[in-house]
């Protein structure tokens, strides 16, 4: 395994594994690497004969009250968790590869922006948005791969990808969860035993939902109080969104259709977490 820090490096070595008729797999990360990262790096190497994984902490995707300075930095870690996996190459750029002085050109993809994580953080997909795309010129992967843990994430890049004639498979993830059903995050470190004790009550919320929604519960509005109210019975938590959407819209749904998306954004502590469900019609 490799780690380089330049564009020329990366593309030189893709270039190479490609002669060589693999396929290019791609894991996009900011770093702090867990073991929901390790499982879809393993993922990626099933599918691919190539595997790069970018860690880079994005700065114009935090807002300015954001975690951007505190957030988790070990790259030696990482490296370690990379190479047990089979990663063939970490692509870690500076600031200023990514940035270069002068830089002064973004991407915006509307519509799917306009909600959800959107609305509470003004700016944040333009910044993904950004980064994503220089990052699939930089490495010119043939596969990216995105969790679902950040499905509104996942709907932005697809549409970019889409819009903008990347020549790019997306492939979804699947969540990864602790065994009591937290969603894996980089941020979950920054709970106490406490409020990590508290934060199970999304997937809880989640569950619940899911087992309405089952036992015939078809009123959309319904679904979201009762999931908001659980939430909310926790004293730790703080509810950012709950929301009850179109899957592939994000537009609030106004009945049941084959699919619900419920999406939540809530704080436990200082912390936010996001998670979600996709849940179908039986």
């Known amino acids: 395994m490799r780690i380089v820090k330049t564009i020329e490096e990366t593309r030189a070595a893709v270039r190479r594994a490609r002669a060589e008729g693999k396929l290019v797999g791609f894991l996009p990360t900011m770093g702090a690497l867990h073991a929901g990262h390790m499982k879809l790096m393993s ?15 994005n700065p114009t995707q935090f807002g300015p009250s954001e975690d951007l300075a505190k957030y988790p930095r070990d790259l030696e870690a990482d490296a370690a968790k990379c190479e047990s996996e089979g990663v063939d190459l970490i692509f870690a750029p ?13 991407v915006d993809v509307h519509g799917l922006t306009d909600t959800l994580e959107g609305a509470s953080r003004p700016g944040h997909f333009r910044g993904v ?9 930089m490495v010119q992967p043939d596969k990216a791969y995105f969790g679902m843990k950040d499905y509104q994430q996942l709907l932005v890049i697809r549409k970019m990808v889409r819009d903008l004639d990347f020549p790019i498979e997306i ?14 995050s980089s941020r979950n470190a920054y709970l106490s035993p406490r ?14 939902a899911e087992a309405q929604i089952t036992s015939g519960k078809r009123d959309p509005e319904e679904i979201r109080k ?35 998306l419920i999406a939540l954004a809530v704080r436990i502590g200082h912390t936010r977490l996001i998670d979600n469900m996709l849940i179908g019609m039986k």
Not at 226 to 246: G, H, K, N, W
């Open 43 to 57: 993922d990626v190497r099933r599918e691919c004969g190539f595997v790069v994984v970018s860690i880079f902490v």
């Open 94 to 106: 500076d600031v200023s590869e990514v940035y270069p002085t002068g830089f002064d050109t973004y």
């Open 226 to 260: 009762a999931v908001r109210d659980l939430i909310e019975s926790e004293p730790l938590a703080v509810v950012d969104y709950v929301a009850v959407v179109d899957p592939e819209t994000l537009t609030p749904a106004a009945r049941m259709g084959k699919e619900l």
């Open 129 to 137: 948005a950004t980064v994503v795309a220089k990052l699939f010129n």
């Open 195 to 208: 409020e990590r004790l508290a934060a199970t009550v999304l997937f809880r919320a989640l569950q619940m």
């Open 171 to 184: 492939v979804p993830i699947a969540t990864v969860r602790e065994n009591d059903g937290l969603a894996m």
